[in-house]
Structure formats: C-alpha cells, structure tokens
C-alpha cells in the first residue's frame, strides 16, 4: 500500500487548524485526539485511527488511511478486539457518507468482506460487527 501524499500531513495541517492546548482537567481522550491532530497521519496507529475516528476527528484527513488499512485487513484491530477500527468507522454519521461517495464505496466493500470473515471472532463481537454491517449495507 502506497502512502497518499496527505499522509505525510497531520490533521491539523490538512484542515490549516490549530486547536488550543486541552483544558487541564481535560479527560484522557480529548488529551489524547489534541495530540493526535498533530502527528502526520502516516504515523498514527490504529489504535489512534479508532480513537479519531470515533471522535470524529479529522475524518476527511484521516478516512483514506482507515480505508487502506481495512481493505487490507477488515478486522483490523486496535487495543480492544478484532474489527474495533471498522466497527468504530461504520458508525461515523450517515451524512458524512454521503458527502463522499467514492469512500462510502470502498467502505461497502469493506464491509462486506469483514461479514465473510465475522466467524473468526468470538460470539458478542461477531454479533455487533454483523448488526453493524448490516446496518450499514441496507442504507
């Protein structure tokens, strides 16, 4: 998998944004996602991919990225299980979808081979990675 060029640019780069430092009383994932913002998007792990993205946090830098990394592992997996950066991916707002069809595309298809391969996971995370794939499929 080739890097895009944005790639090599944080989040906050790519928007032209600079966001404050966190409050001190901050919790640990707004620390956490200020950081983030900051580092090249190439260098972000997947655990750090799911935390964004989760947050929905710079999601147009940082989505292609996903994207290669699902495609070339569905079940992709950051601190918590197998598929937690997919799962966290399919629950993005469905307008955000639809504002990027070319993505919602790639996703589908990634989607679609994360059900296929949803009896490698053990019983609750088969279950809600199928709910989810589903849901996402039949919008």
């Known amino acids: ?3 895009n060029p944005s790639d090599q640019q944080s989040v906050e ?3 032209g944004e600079a966001w404050p430092e966190p409050a001190p009383d901050a919790t ?3 620390r956490r996602v200020h ?3 900051r580092v090249p998007v190439v260098e972000l792990s997947i655990e750090d991919l ?3 993205v989760s947050q929905s946090v710079g999601t147009v830098a940082i989505l292609p990225r996903i994207l290669d990394l699902l495609e ?9 299980y197998p598929g937690d ?3 966290a991916t399919l629950r993005l707002r469905r307008d955000y979808w639809s504002d990027h069809v070319g993505l919602l595309d790639r996703a589908r298809r990634v989607a679609q081979r994360a059900d296929a391969m949803a009896n490698q996971l053990n019983g609750a995370q088969a279950l809600e990675l199928r ?5 996402f499929l039949s919008n």
């Open 35 to 37: 950081q983030l913002r």
């Open 28 to 30: 640990y994932v707004i």
């Open 13 to 15: 780069q790519t928007e």
């Open 1 to 3: 998998m080739a890097a």
């Open 72 to 80: 070339e592992n569905p079940l992709s997996e950051g601190d918590f």
């Open 50 to 52: 799911r935390i964004m």
């Open 131 to 135: 709910r989810l794939v589903g849901e």
């Open 85 to 87: 950066l997919l799962v």
